[in-house]
């Protein structure tokens, strides 16, 4: 079961889990996954998908679950704060209560943002994170950390099999085309011939993971032996400038856009990098396609869906 299986990652779950011959149960309410994601497969009689919000109960059989509802970026999870601390922590408890009655394996995507805006760079899986409990990203932040804690609760009070990955930013086919995340703006800007918008100096760094990488990685985790546990940091270690993608945007887009500077967003991070000697070492798990690779799939797919709308 995959929770959260009609949006950006949880569709490519879906692919690859069905291409490993898995029955694959999608669990999503819709609000920022679309079916369009999981259109190819319908009618595919190993896939079934079921309209259902996270933060109430579900009784279903499964054997495997993978716990990915929660809107992902700041425009969507700021929408309804209240909603997006529920359905993490809600939705965690009802998730976890469920792995309980019938003693699945269950995985959590929790997230880079766990560490806030970090002191140590880059962020070890031992680091505890600095994050503003009242700043306007704190309904995902603290959501998110309160989601591991009950994931390891669970695990110490009743031995439940659990694995915990912390995502660093991923990209590719399916993003959601306005969720002001950097790849997906940088992108849809250049495709439209609009200005493409930079927040600061554009010296702040982030890490970019292809989709393909990280679903591999999803694959591993969930594979290892009952006593690993993570959390485990799953990212594309190689860092970039937001100036330095804008200007691989740019080059591969071949548009008429400029660079605009805008005003940085409260509590956004400055660096974010994972360290994921734990990954490579537990998981013999590694990303291995390029920025350059990746942005060309990305682009292509947005052109298709601007073209298509
Ligand atoms: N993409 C990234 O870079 C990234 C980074 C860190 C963590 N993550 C985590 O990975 C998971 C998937 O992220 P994504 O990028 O695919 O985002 P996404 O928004 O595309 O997917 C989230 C899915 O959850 C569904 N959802 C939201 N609230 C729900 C609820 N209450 N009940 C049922 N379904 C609900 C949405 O409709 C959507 O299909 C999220 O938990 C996110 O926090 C993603």
């Not at 299986?5 to 029955?23: I, M, P, T, V, Y």
């Not at 994050?131 to 990203?137: D, L, S």
């Not at 399916?174 to 439209?192: C, E, T, W, Y």
């Not at 967003?265 to 690779?293: F, G, H, M, N, Y």
């Amino acid at each position: 079961m995959i929770t959260g299986g009609a949006g950006f990652l949880g569709s490519h779950l879906c692919d690859r889990l069905l291409k490993e011959d898995a029955d694959v149960l999608c669990v999503d309410n819709f609000f920022t996954g679309t079916k369009q994601n999981l259109r190819h497969l319908i009618g595919d009689p190993r896939f079934e998908l079921i309209r259902h919000d996270v933060t109430f109960p579900l009784y279903v059989e499964v054997d495997q679950i993978y716990n990915l509802a929660c809107p992902a970026s700041p425009v969507h999870y700021q929408f309804d704060p209240v909603q997006t601390t529920k359905t993490s922590v809600h939705g965690a408890i009802n998730m976890l209560g469920l792995a309980r009655r019938v003693k699945a394996r269950i995985f959590q995507a929790s997230t880079s943002e766990v560490y806030g805006d970090p002191e140590v760079h880059p962020q070890q899986e031992s680091y505890w994170g600095r994050v503003n409990t009242i700043g306007p990203r704190a309904c995902y932040d603290e959501g998110k950390r309160c989601a591991e804690t009950l994931f390891f609760d669970y695990y110490r009070q009743h031995n439940l099999d659990i694995k915990v990955a912390r995502i660093f930013n991923t990209y590719g086919p399916r993003m959601h085309p306005n969720d002001g995340r950097v790849v997906s703006n940088f992108i849809v800007q250049a495709l439209k011939g609009e200005d493409v918008t930079i927040y600061g100096d554009g010296q702040q760094t982030r890490s970019f993971c292809y989709v393909d990488d990280m679903i591999d990685g999803f694959i591993k985790l969930m594979a290892t032996d009952n006593d690993f546990t993570g959390p485990v940091n799953l990212g594309n270690p190689g860092e970039f400038t937001m100036l330095e993608l804008a200007e691989k945007v740019l080059q591969l887009v071949q548009g008429k856009s400029k660079l605009a500077f805008l005003a940085l967003p409260t509590d956004d991070p400055r660096q974010r990098q994972p360290d994921i000697t734990l990954a490579k070492s537990k998981l013999e798990w590694e990303p291995s396609v390029s920025l350059d690779d990746g942005l060309k799939e990305t682009v292509s797919y947005f052109k298709k869906l601007l073209a298509d709308q």
